[in-house]
């Protein structure tokens, strides 16, 4: 069922997209009085179709292909390849009839709407639920580091007081975009002294492998002292106690829960000691160890302050304006470190299998949806900026070109740029679709 969740999720989330993104090139094309022929989500290979209809001289419709989204402007060379209308004398109503700045608006105008739903869909997520975090000064106990904390020098405790000398106000900012693109500084508080940490220029690619949590866990180190005691459990029968602090298991000192978790583990089905501070005296406990390596307690969340600000409507908008461009950026330094070879490409890229499972997840929750398809709408618009014959972005390219030279390129050398563009974005959909399937084969 969660497979089903997840694919319609992306399925309605994309449609949401490639409609409005084709509608700002529909919307910018009749300003202009430029026909549009048609207007389809996704494509209808070689004239199939799953539905149309006709209205006015623009043919609407759903073809069977869902690779995106496309609009037919008359009198343009695009995906359609139509060779023969062009070889047709100009109308006024084409696109190549138009002024290269009128063009230039159109080819822009999907990437515009792409933008503005992100802008939109943040801003009204933080008007209704407002921005929840934790305080970074409220962290007392430090982070904790997993695998790949360690690697650059990261302990258990450490707190994190500033990323490349900038403070630290929220917890989150440790796992931002900022940090994981790498070259980064850490400013840590370790036992009373401040350190530099240098968090590496390809920390990504083992970020991609391993996950965030092998980086610095989301969530904060807690004490040992116990809040939850499930009944039945092998630690009620054992006598711990709500309140009670767990300073050694086995004679092994412990200072935080995950050392317990840690220690525990070790003992899957056998019985460990446990050594708890009781109104000032230590107390000895023998527990049994279930076989998946639990004792049934819980730790006192309570230690984790978080905090939920809201905003006014007006208040709201900076902020969506601001989430926007930094998933925007975060984009662009992406693309930078896979071109300069810090960060390789199988760890960058994700394509449709890898979204439907970690972006939108296995469960509708309306609000993980839209802030999903918000940070997708501004991917999207990134993504069709580049400069590849076929995307908006390759468009982009030849007009100023062309309002440089003072004179179109040559239809040959566009249907051949097309051509080319056409074969680069089928290889990029082949390589993400093959990467992403190979990531869930493995469970990453």
């Known amino acids: 069922m969660s497979g089903l969740i997840m694919a319609a999720q992306l399925l309605l989330g994309l449609s949401i997209l490639v409609i409005l993104h084709e509608l700002g090139h529909f919307l910018a094309a009749r300003a202009f009085g430029i026909k549009v022929e048609k207007f389809y989500l996704f494509f209808d290979a070689w004239g199939v179709k799953l539905f149309s209809i006709k209205r006015g001289d623009c043919e609407y419709g759903i073809g069977w292909l869902p690779l995106g989204g496309y609009v037919k402007i008359a009198g343009m060379i695009d995906e359609s390849m139509d060779t023969e209308q062009m070889a047709q004398p100009a109308q006024p109503w084409e696109f190549r009839s138009k002024p290269a700045w009128q063009r230039l608006i159109v080819m822009l105008g999907g990437v515009v709407v792409n933008i503005i739903v992100g802008i939109l869909i943040f801003w009204m997520l933080t008007f209704k639920y407002g921005e929840t975090f934790i305080p970074n000064s409220s962290v007392q106990n430090g982070i904790n580091p997993g695998s790949i904390g360690k690697e650059i020098g990261l302990k258990k405790g450490d707190r994190v007081i500033a990323v490349n000398g900038t403070k630290v106000i929220r917890f989150e900012e440790l796992i931002s975009p900022e940090v994981l693109l790498g070259n980064t500084n850490l400013t840590v508080v370790r036992e009373g002294k401040t350190l530099y940490i240098k968090v590496p220029d390809n920390i990504l690619n083992k970020v991609s492998d391993l996950g965030i949590e092998e980086f610095i866990s989301r969530t904060p180190l807690l004490t040992s ?27 092994t000192p412990v200072k935080y829960n995950v050392d317990v978790a840690e220690e525990v583990q070790k003992l899957k089905g056998k019985e460990v000691a446990f050594t708890v501070k009781r109104g000032g005296q230590d107390v000895k406990l023998n527990v049994p160890v279930d ?22 409507l007006l208040q709201a908008l900076p902020i969506g304006i601001h989430q926007a461009w930094e998933q925007f950026s975060t984009n662009a330094k992406g693309i930078g470190k896979v071109l300069t070879g810090s960060v390789q490409a199988n760890k ?16 509708w929750i309306w609000a993980r949806f ?3 398809t918000a940070f997708i709408s501004i991917a999207l618009a990134f993504m069709n ?23 179109p390129l040559g239809d040959k050398f566009m249907e051949r740029a097309q051509m080319v563009g056409f074969v680069i974005l089928l290889s990029l959909m082949v390589f993400v679709l093959g990467n992403d399937i190979f990531k869930a084969f493995l469970g990453k």
């Open 370 to 372: 839209w802030a999903a």
């Open 348 to 363: 960058a890229f994700s394509g449709p299998v890898e979204m439907a499972r970690k972006v939108y997840g296995g469960e």
């Open 291 to 312: 076989t998946a390596g639990t004792v049934g307690i819980g730790w006192n969340l309570n230690e984790i302050k978080i905090e939920t600000v809201h905003y006014g």
């Open 385 to 407: 900026l580049l400069p590849i014959p076929a995307l908006d972005g390759g468009h982009v390219v030849f007009l100023l070109i062309e309002m440089v030279k003072g004179k």
């Open 225 to 251: 002292t116990v809040d939850t005691v499930v009944a039945d459990r092998p630690a009620y029968a054992a006598g711990l106690k709500k309140g009670d602090r767990i300073v050694a298991v086995n004679n």
